[in-house]
């Protein structure tokens, strides 16, 4: 599976939209576009993926770059309980069965 | 749904001796993993399976083996521990390659 580029941390404000970036310039075009979340002494826990349209669901949006070199999770709400390490990872239908490959991610924190 | 159940919650071990962590799972996945998380870093890929009586190595399988029986279960076992296998634990599922993971609360473990 191809790399992703995240930053270490960002911070935001309670109940304001929060845009989480990812660069993933080497992406193939089967690639898919995953996010997991985890929280403080939890395990991860799916987010959203999309392979080239924007995604929504009920925790947030997927906003995919034309090109899919890059692409942002959206929270478009945050609060308190979003604060947690938010991880891009990039997932190709082919090959084995070997687990997503779980970089440093981006720290959220979010101020009251 | 119960997901995917890891025990024991917490487990301290000396040196040198044995233990399984088990993981079930309830949604007939047939992809099943193993990861390791040490302080402030990413999850590590220990084991992975594909189905029942298949499994293979991650990127850490060192110190560690694994089984797969049944689709259900799938015990880690660690047989002479040591202290630099102190970590959490986290087993996951997935229906296949490409679709959401979905993880345990994890096993916290420390080796004195």
Known sequence: ?112 | NAGVTQTPKFRILKIGQSMTLQCTQDMNHNYMYWYRQDPGMGLKLIYYSVGAGITDKGEVPNGYNVSRSTTEDFPLRLELAAPSQTSVYFCASSYSRVTEAFFGQGTRLTVV
């Open chain 1, 1 to 112: 599976d191809a790399k992703t580029t995240q930053p270490n941390s960002m911070e935001s404000n309670e109940e304001e939209p929060v845009h989480l970036p990812c660069n993933h310039s080497t992406i193939s075009g089967t690639d898919y576009i995953h996010w997991y979340r985890q929280l403080p002494s939890q395990g991860p826990e799916y987010v959203i993926h999309g392979l080239t349209s924007n995604v929504n669901n009920r925790m947030a949006s997927l906003a995919i770059a034309e090109d899919r070199k890059s692409s942002t999770l959206i929270l478009h709400r945050a609060t308190l309980r979003d604060a947690a390490v938010y991880y891009c990872i990039l997932r190709a239908p082919g090959g084995g069965a070997d687990g997503l490959t779980f970089g440093k991610g981006t720290h959220l924190i979010i101020q009251p």
